[in-house]
């Protein structure tokens, strides 16, 4: 800056030359104060620009309900990793759901693709168990699984369960079929030899409604053991079975009782078969028994008509040949007979050849020929007929079983018919109704009111005689006692008397004992006199000789007395 009005100098020749003036000039100084918000404008750029370079992908999640989820806390976990955090709740137009905002990191730009699946972890109680417990402290969190897509996506919807399966775990899955889900369920364990394996990963409804659809996921390194020939069963609830070795109860376990569960094994025996692709097609069988019997083969259908009651015989029941089970009862139904005016019971079945094993291989195998109707043509010849038995005497129920009768009538039999008509024989418990029946006629036809009047009239006279007997013969016959008492007492008596006379001291006795010494001495002298006659006979007419011995060596003479023995 100048001055505005600077000193004049002198002017004219020889004046003095003015003096020198100086001119300050002021400069514009920056004052430190400013320095704190520069620096701090420079921090809040770097944080942005940090921040801007750090932020993954924002992605929206629809969910039923925001229950547990709050905005600038959720995070979102990946292997309870942190990889995002809920930035805004918000519900959808429709207000059928909550749209969830999602900020993801940088390094989670990879669940923001085609296939990402998320859902809300929280505490749950369920029949695989419970799950979810942390959450009880931490609070519920969104739990994430990547698609291992690359195709981006921003808009998701979410899963109201946790997933049975997610794309880390290693193993296979496979596709079961089966009539119906039974007690299946997702989450439903799979066991091999009575280990769990895998589990159930979802199940859907075929096309054709005719069944069901049961995907498995067996986990890594048991994926081997399901081979092409590898045979799945339902194995829920308990399988009781009495056989000859008594009552068995097999299970896999308690889990499986409650939520139901799925084994397999491939049956023992075969050769060792290939290992069964991803998404391989088996067959769910109802029991253990059924997916281990041998390949069934073709089915055949049959028709027989029954002429009795089959009350107790249903859809299902077995047909039994010679204890083996070839099949089952499919329809029963009732037709009529015009010629009979009758109604038979029309029992439609199918059954599997292949069930009867080498018979039916040798029959092929010799003749040729594979028509099933041809090796029933010949059993039909020699007696095979269908008949109806009990199967249990409790409920009733009847099944079909295919034995030999001899002594069979023989009946025209075609074996090109479809299906083939097999012939009947009526069954034991059919028989002994009828037997019970004509037993029933009979007893009907016996004249009961002829024989009650003839029993009335009997029993009249009856009473008559037995009047007679109360008045006239017991009097006499009391009277006859007591006379046969007196009697007998007297007998008695007498016998008393009798019993002392014959004691050893009574004259009696004494006597008695005499008379025996001498009819011993008696019987004596005939026996010597009968010896001497035996040896001289002559003495008969001669007379005894004085030479003779008047008795044999060893005996008495019949003149010496004998000597006297004791009684």
């Known amino acids: 800056m100048t001055d505005a009005n600077p000193p004049q100098a002198p002017s004219g020749p020889g004046g003095d030359l003015p003096e020198p003036v100086a001119i300050r000039r002021h400069r514009w100084t920056i004052s430190l104060i400013w320095l704190v918000p520069l620096i701090a404008a420079l921090i809040g750029v770097s944080l942005v620009v940090t921040a801007w370079l750090s932020a993954g992908p924002q992605i929206v999640i629809s969910f039923q309900t925001a229950q547990g989820l709050t905005a600038g806390k959720t995070e979102v976990k990946y292997k309870n990793v942190v990889i995002g955090k809920v930035h805004r709740i918000d519900l959808s137009q429709d207000r059928t759901k909550v749209l969830v905002t999602v900020d993801l990191e940088k390094k989670a730009e990879g669940f923001a693709t085609v296939g990402s699946r998320f859902w809300v972890v929280r505490p749950r109680i369920g029949l695989g168990g419970i799950s979810g417990l942390g959450t009880l402290f931490s609070g519920a969190y969104i739990g994430a699984d990547t698609g291992g897509s690359d195709e981006e996506q921003t808009r998701f919807n979410g899963l109201e369960t946790p997933p049975p399966l997610t794309h880390s775990e290693s193993g296979r899955s496979f596709l079961l079929t089966s009539d119906d889900l039974g007690s299946l369920d997702i989450g439903s364990p ?295 008492k007196q009697t007998l007492g007297a007998a008695g008596k007498t016998m008393h008397v009798a019993n002392h006379a014959l004691s050893n001291d009574s004259p009696l006795m004494q006597n008695l004992d005499q008379t025996l010494v001498e009819l011993r001495r008696a019987a004596r002298s005939l026996r010597v006199l009968a010896s001497y006659l035996s040896l001289h006979p002559e003495s008969l007419l001669r007379g005894r000789r004085n030479d003779a011995p008047s008795v044999p060596p060893g005996t008495h003479s019949p003149t010496s007395p004998p000597t006297r023995s004791q009684p």
């Open 190 to 484: 799979v066991y091999y030899r009575r280990i769990q394996v895998g589990r159930v990963v979802a199940y859907h409804l075929n096309k054709d409604g005719a069944g069901v659809t049961v995907q498995v996921f067996v986990k890594a390194p048991a994926d081997r053991f399901v081979t092409t020939d590898t045979r799945f069963w339902n194995a829920s609830g308990v399988d009781v079975s009495l056989g000859a070795g008594g009552l068995k109860v097999n299970t896999e376990s308690l889990a499986t009782v409650i939520s139901g569960g799925i084994a397999f094994l491939a049956p023992a025996g075969d050769a060792p078969a290939s290992s069964a692709p991803a998404d391989a097609r088996f067959r769910l069988f109802d029991d253990k028994t059924s997916a281990m019997r041998p390949p069934d083969g073709p089915p055949v259908a049959l028709q027989m008509h029954f002429h009795q009651s089959v009350r107790g015989l249903k859809a299902g029941a077995p047909v039994d040949f010679l204890g083996i089970d070839l099949g089952k009862v499919t329809s029963v139904t009732l037709d009529f007979d015009p010629k009979t005016k009758h109604f038979p019971a029309d029992v439609t079945a199918v059954i599997y050849p292949d069930r009867i094993g080498k018979a039916n291989q040798r029959f092929e195998k010799r003749t040729g020929n594979t028509n099933p109707g041809a090796l029933l043509g010949i059993l039909v010849k020699h007696g095979l007929r269908a008949q109806l038995r009990t199967g249990n005497l409790l409920t009733g129920q009847l099944y079909v079983a295919l034995d030999f009768f001899p002594k069979a009538p023989k009946v025209a039999y075609d074996p090109k018919l479809k299906p083939l008509v097999v012939p009947t024989m009526q069954g034991t418990f059919g028989r002994m109704q009828q037997q019970l029946a004509d037993i029933v006629d009979k007893v009907h036809k016996i004249p009961f009111d002829q024989i009650g009047l003839r029993l009335d009239d009997n029993l009249g006279k009856l009473d008559a005689v037995l009047g007679q007997l109360h008045t006239k013969v017991m009097p006499e016959a009391t009277s006859t006692l007591r006379q046969a």
